[in-house]
């Protein structure tokens, strides 16, 4: 695709409900990356694949976040037992090298948890 | 631990006002610093990466410089259509360096 598409755009999940949240980055990038970007703040490093190897997990949050890239392409940030402090919106990146000297971002997935 | 701190946390321009942005940082190592714009309700928007102190890139009205310890971003002659929050960011080297270390934003109103 032309971008970095991510689905769903808005997500309204009950506390205790899990979410999963998908990304579609731009065809051929290798390196993907999931974001946390709460109302009024920067974004935050969630986790960073290349291919299909996560290489970096070091800021998700807890052990109720969890991402997979099974293929290489599309990825898939899952949230379990959702809480209201999980209510952020969550960006994907991907950028075409390794290096990821330009990275795009995605529109993002808003979720808010009630 | 790599830091970017953002200045101002706001910013409101009148139209053909110039002004500049500042982002001071500190990482152990700098791979790159990254410019992005970024509007209400929507991803960030790659502007500039910047390598090595003393580099300048240009786009537009914008125009982003680099030293050892910050970046600015300077916009000329602004139009309200320049209206949105920047965000700056750095990568570091080393193997754990393909994240974006972002700062807090500069929100920018450009009045007409």
């Known amino acids: 695709g032309a971008g970095v598409s991510q689905s769903p755009r808005y997500k309204v999940a009950k506390r205790g409900q899990d979410v999963a949240l998908r990304c579609d980055p731009i065809s051929g990038h290798v390196s993907l990356f999931w974001y946390q970007q709460a109302l009024g703040q920067g974004p935050e490093f969630l986790t960073y694949f290349q291919n299909e190897a996560q290489l970096d997990k070091s800021g998700l949050p807890s052990d109720r976040f969890f991402a997979e890239r099974p293929e290489g392409s599309v990825s898939t940030l899952k949230i379990q037992r959702t809480q209201q402090e999980d209510s952020a919106v969550y960006l994907c990146?991907?950028?075409?090298?390794?290096?990821?000297?330009?990275?795009?971002f995605g529109e993002g997935s808003w979720l808010t948890v009630v | 631990e790599d830091q970017v701190t953002q200045s101002p946390e706001a910013l409101r321009l009148q139209e053909g006002e110039s002004s500049s942005l500042n982002c001071s940082y500190t990482v152990s190592g700098l791979r790159g610093l990254f410019w992005y714009r970024q509007d209400p309700g929507k991803g960030p928007e790659f502007l500039f990466t910047?390598?090595?102190a003393g580099e300048e890139k240009e786009k537009e009205r914008l125009k982003a410089t680099l030293t050892k310890k910050e970046s600015f971003l300077h916009i000329t002659a602004p139009k309200p259509e320049d209206s949105a929050t920047y965000l700056c960011a750095v990568q570091a080297q080393g193997a754990a360096g393909n994240k974006l270390t972002f700062g807090g934003g500069t929100r920018v109103l450009v009045k007409p």
């Open positions: 910047l390598y090595s």
């Open positions: 990146a991907s950028s075409l090298s390794p290096s990821g000297n330009t990275i795009y």
